[in-house]
């Protein structure tokens, strides 16, 4: 190689490690409170707060990349246990229940959660929502934003096992094909750039044979630390692709949160 051409060769190479990348990480910032540890029969009351920024996702216009569903994968020490508590009730398909009146009892209130999504040209949207707990571990949500898109949407997530070694359940919450298409008046897909979700530390009083006056039991208990006293969350935003068939990209982003003894 001559003198010249190496001297090409390795400027090229010298800027290339040099330059910036602009790739930008999503984040996961998890707490959870109060981090006092129960047992496998009795979890603690215990509430949490996840925070995902995804920012390297722009908004799209061709429309092969849709948004297909957003899954929270949670700790296997975080234990549910919806059976003395009211819940909501809805069918999407015969539109009852919550999908006729958009409201549910609120002592099935289980939390809320923010989505704000990148609108390109139209501008960040701000998406809000009420969590309700339903029979058989649903998740009922009225997804709602004013500007610049007006979305009034009802949907039904699902707590369900992860399928991932280190994690229990997972929030995985569809999204609608009404909330796939474009921003009305444009040609954008819009995409997430972060969520914000809080459980709440729901407790309710029972009576319980043997034991004298009533024992709180909570909807969401924290059991046994796990060894190291971390506790993983995961938070998965998916893609699909104009068939919506495939997943074509997940944006992930992963937090602990500590836990006590």
């Given at each position: 190689?001559?003198?010249?051409?190496?001297?090409?060769?390795?400027?090229?190479?010298?800027?290339?490690?040099?330059?910036?990348?602009?790739?930008?990480?999503?984040?996961?910032?998890?707490?959870?409170?109060?981090?006092?540890?129960?047992?496998?029969?009795?979890?603690?009351?215990?509430?949490?707060?996840?925070?995902?920024?995804?920012?390297?996702?722009?908004?799209?216009?061709?429309?092969?990349?849709?948004?297909?569903?957003?899954?929270?994968?949670?700790?296997?020490?975080?234990?549910?246990?919806?059976?003395?508590?009211?819940?909501?009730?809805?069918?999407?398909?015969?539109?009852?229940?919550?999908?006729?009146?958009?409201?549910?009892p609120s002592s099935s209130k289980l939390g809320s959660a923010t989505v704000i999504a990148d609108g390109g040209t139209v501008g960040p949207i701000?998406?809000?929502?009420?969590?309700?707990?339903?029979?058989?571990?649903?998740?009922?949500?009225?997804?709602?934003?004013?500007?610049?898109?007006?979305?009034?949407?009802?949907?039904?997530?699902?707590?369900?096992?992860?399928?991932?070694?280190?994690?229990?359940?997972?929030?995985?919450?569809?999204?609608?094909?009404?909330?796939?298409?474009?921003?009305?008046?444009?040609?954008?897909?819009?995409?997430?750039?972060?969520?914000?979700?809080?459980?709440?530390?729901?407790?309710?009083?029972?009576?319980?044979?043997?034991?004298?006056?009533?024992?709180?039991?909570?909807?969401?208990?924290l059991g046994p630390c796990p060894s190291g006293g971390k506790l993983p969350f995961e938070m998965d935003v998916n893609y699909t692709d104009a068939?919506?068939?495939?997943?074509?990209?997940?944006?992930?982003?992963?937090?602990?949160?500590?836990?006590?003894?």
């Open positions: 190689m001559r003198p010249l051409s190496r001297l090409l060769l390795l400027g090229a190479a010298s800027a290339l490690i040099a330059a910036p990348s602009a790739f930008a990480a999503s984040t996961l910032t998890a707490s959870v409170s109060p981090n006092k540890a129960g047992t496998v029969v009795q979890g603690n009351a215990v509430g949490f707060k996840l925070t995902g920024a995804f920012p390297d996702t722009p908004s799209d216009q061709t429309g092969n990349l849709q948004l297909q569903s957003i899954a929270t994968k949670l700790p296997p020490a975080l234990l549910f246990n919806p059976i003395p508590f009211s819940y909501c009730v809805g069918d999407p398909v015969a539109k009852t229940g919550f999908f006729a009146t958009n409201t549910c701000t998406a809000t929502t009420d969590l309700y707990f339903g029979a058989g571990y649903a998740v009922f949500a009225r997804v709602r934003a004013s500007q610049p898109a007006v979305i009034d949407q009802a949907v039904q997530a699902k707590l369900q096992s992860s399928g991932t070694n280190g994690y229990g359940l997972e929030l995985y919450i569809p999204i609608p094909q009404e909330l796939r298409q474009p921003i009305a008046g444009s040609a954008i897909y819009p995409t997430v750039k972060s969520v914000t979700a809080t459980v709440s530390a729901l407790t309710k009083s029972v009576k319980v044979k043997g034991t004298k006056g009533k024992v709180k039991v909570p909807l969401v208990g068939g919506g068939l495939n997943t074509v990209k997940t944006d992930v982003a992963k937090s602990t949160a500590s836990c006590k003894k």
